[in-house]
């Protein structure tokens, strides 16, 4: 990891989360489950993915660019570390090839999200900006 990024997540990095846009409410928030957590294809891993703005930056990559990489039928939600960790989750950075910035959340204490925990975070998450 280069230098310039820091291990640890800073309090005011915004948090991006990719969801399908049928699955955004009129309303504009996201339905609960765009916050369940997926394993890798080998069983591993079992985290929600997630990407950092910070490390999007440094590499020179946009929200725009992020939404073209996985297509427009997804969208792209903003959250905010702090308000994350607020809600017991647990962010780390974990490195992928197909785009810079690719990170993991999953609850502090290592339970899966129940719906309740899912709705909350529906309510904080915003398409970002960029987007509208």
Known sequence: ME?????????????????????IKPDGTPQSDCF??????????YYMSVYF???????????????KVWGLEYTVLALNATDLRKQGERLWRDTRDEFPGHG?????????RTRGQKRKIAKIARIAPELL
């Open 36 to 45: 369940s957590d997926k394993a890798a294809d080998d069983g591993s891993s």
């Open 104 to 112: 993991a959340c999953k609850r502090a204490d290592g339970a899966e």
């Open 53 to 67: 703005l910070d490390e999007m930056q440094l590499a020179g990559k946009t929200v725009l660019d992020l939404q």
């Open 3 to 23: 230098a310039d990024i820091p291990d640890e997540i800073p309090p005011d990095c915004t948090v991006y989360r990719l969801a399908k846009k049928s699955d």
